[in-house]
């Protein structure tokens, strides 16, 4: 009795969470400017890797509209936009000047995204190439619009 009624109150958690409107809302804002990338190569490694949480052309899979796990990758996607933003790249980012280290360390992209996104592992080779590029093209971390 006791399993079916703890079953029943998880059951009803679930359902009572997806009213809750936050992390469905997926937008994805007009890209306004990317930084002068030093290569298409760059860039085809910072989207693969990077541009579902630092940009504004991100992904959202089916699961990113079922609470509470909505609510999980909204926030990543918000934080990663706020932290830097390769399609907003008219403002100044301080995480810009750290970007190629978290690639060499392996801190980004982040192991609970890598698990659901088997795309973005890259070898170590991609991760050098991608930290490589990211210092040519990323600079001091000041925006440099087009």
């Not at 699961?63 to 907003?88: K, T």
């Not at 093209?137 to 925006?143: E, M, N, R």
Request: glycine share 4%.
């Amino acid at each position: 009795m006791f399993i079916r009624r703890a079953l029943l109150a998880i059951v009803a958690l679930f359902v009572i969470a997806q009213v809750i409107p936050y992390g469905r809302a997926h937008t994805n804002p007009p890209v306004v400017a990317e930084p002068t990338w030093d290569s298409p190569a760059t860039r085809a490694l910072a989207k693969r890797a990077c541009f579902d949480c630092h940009s504004n052309e991100t992904t959202w899979p089916w699961y990113s509209h079922v609470a509470p796990i909505s609510w999980f990758l909204q926030s990543h996607v918000d934080d990663g936009r706020q932290r830097l933003n390769f399609s907003e790249w008219n403002k100044p980012y301080r995480a810009a000047s750290k970007a190629s280290r978290e690639v060499k360390s392996g801190g980004m992209p982040l192991s609970s995204y890598l698990l659901l996104h088997a795309e973005a592992r890259l070898s170590d080779a991609e991760k050098a190439d991608l930290a490589r590029g990211l210092d040519a093209s990323l600079g001091s971390g000041s925006a440099t619009p087009r």
